[in-house]
């Protein structure tokens, strides 16, 4: 009934730039996207960013000063803008959710995030 619902990867050139988005579709009003991971190739995957309600939003040192993570409430959107790509951020990039009052963990199907020239 719920799926994470993911968009804005592609294929750019180093030093572009790429907006990914993660919302919610279906029936249950308690899915909240809580942040994003990344799985490059031969590699485990890796926490990118995070953004909880009111806090703080927090990153991976390699992404730090490079990508944002924000927050829409009214749309329960997260978006993960990524600037100055490099090469090695080529991954396939999750989508995390949380069940508010439930526990568990939601993720979405992943998208391909290429940066080559």
């Known amino acids: 009934q719920v799926q994470l619902v993911e968009s804005g990867g592609g294929l750019v050139q180093p030093g572009g730039s790429l907006r990914l988005s993660c919302a919610v579709s279906?029936?249950?009003?308690?899915?909240?996207?809580m942040g994003w991971y990344r799985q490059g190739p031969g590699k485990q995957r890796e926490l990118v960013a995070t953004?909880?309600?009111?806090?703080?939003?927090k990153y991976t040192d390699s992404v730090k000063g490079r990508f944002t993570i924000s927050r829409d409430n009214a749309k329960n959107t997260v978006y993960l803008q990524m600037n100055s790509l490099k090469p090695e951020d080529t991954a396939v990039y999750i989508c995390?959710?949380?069940?508010?009052?439930?526990?568990?963990?939601?993720w979405g199907q992943g998208i391909q995030v290429t940066v080559s020239s």
């Open positions: 953004i909880i309600s009111g806090g703080t939003p």
């Open positions: 995390n959710a949380a069940n508010l009052g439930y526990g568990g963990d939601y």
């Open positions: 279906g029936s249950i009003n308690t899915i909240r996207p």
